[in-house]
């Protein structure tokens, strides 16, 4: 399944199979692919192949059956390890990691999700660290465009970014992006230096259109009666 996800995104995307809605669930792949690798037995976790498992008669070992399911989805768990999480070994995954870093820190620019961030409600995301964020080799690839001592004029103007955000925010607004690049319009000169570096981040792109035509063209081609297919009659449509 991973396979035919990324064959689609990369046929969609051309050279870039880094479109952001992959980013969003590759630390759940991760869990999974990690679960599904350190599973001895039938137990819950695909729960398909464990109900088959569990439904050969009592005499069968139905470890040695469970070791035969493994010994054929590992490879391709393995294959997503190497290319999305073990980040020196593949230069698709170290640019990923990039990425993934940009964007992550890119969140801080909209007021809801960089206050979300800040306050830990973002589960997504480690624990909110300033300096660590600033010390990001993207992150300051990015910033040093406005020169070296840049970093250091964010550090002492994060306090008053931290006060715009607590004050300048309407409670229970989700803020769209064009209320997001109102508020900064605002508010933005009461952040100091912040304001400057958001300039070059809401300039991120936060989704990629093109690959939504994967789903579009799913959607065309397959009923609901079969969203439960095999994976060959997926890849065939």
């Not at 439904?55 to 070791?67: E, F």
């Not at 390890?81 to 073990?86: C, D, G, P």
């Not at 309407?170 to 009461?190: C, F, L, M, N």
Request: proline share 4%; net charge positive; hydrophobic share 45%.
């Amino acid at each position: 399944a991973t396979m035919v996800f990324h064959r689609a995104t990369t046929f969609f995307e051309g050279s870039s199979f880094l479109a952001p809605f992959v980013w969003r669930y590759v630390r759940n792949l991760r869990v999974f692919a990690e679960k599904v690798m350190s599973t001895v037995e039938a137990g819950t976790i695909l729960p398909n192949a464990a109900a088959i498992v569990r439904a050969v008669p009592q005499h069968v070992n139905t470890r040695a059956i469970w070791g035969k399911v493994r010994q054929t989805v590992d490879p391709g768990l393995e294959y997503f390890l190497a290319h999305f999480v073990r980040f020196d070994k593949d230069s698709k995954a170290r640019q990923f990691k990039k990425a993934d870093e940009l964007f992550a820190f890119a969140q801080l620019f909209h007021p809801v999700y960089g206050k979300e961030w800040m306050n830990g409600e973002k589960s997504i995301l480690p624990p909110f660290n300033l300096k660590e964020c600033l010390q990001k080799e993207t992150v300051a690839e990015v910033l040093g465009v406005y020169g070296r001592s840049f970093v250091q004029e964010l550090t002492s103007d994060f306090s008053r970014f931290l006060t715009c955000l607590e004050q300048k925010l309407e409670i229970g607004k989700k803020y769209t992006p064009d209320e997001v690049i109102q508020w900064w319009r605002v508010h933005g000169s009461a952040t100091g230096s912040w304001a400057a570096a958001a300039r070059l981040f809401l300039l991120l792109q936060p989704s990629s259109a093109s690959v939504e035509r994967v789903f579009s063209m799913l959607r065309a081609t397959v009923t609901e009666q079969q969203e439960r297919m095999l994976e060959d009659q997926q890849e065939l449509r």
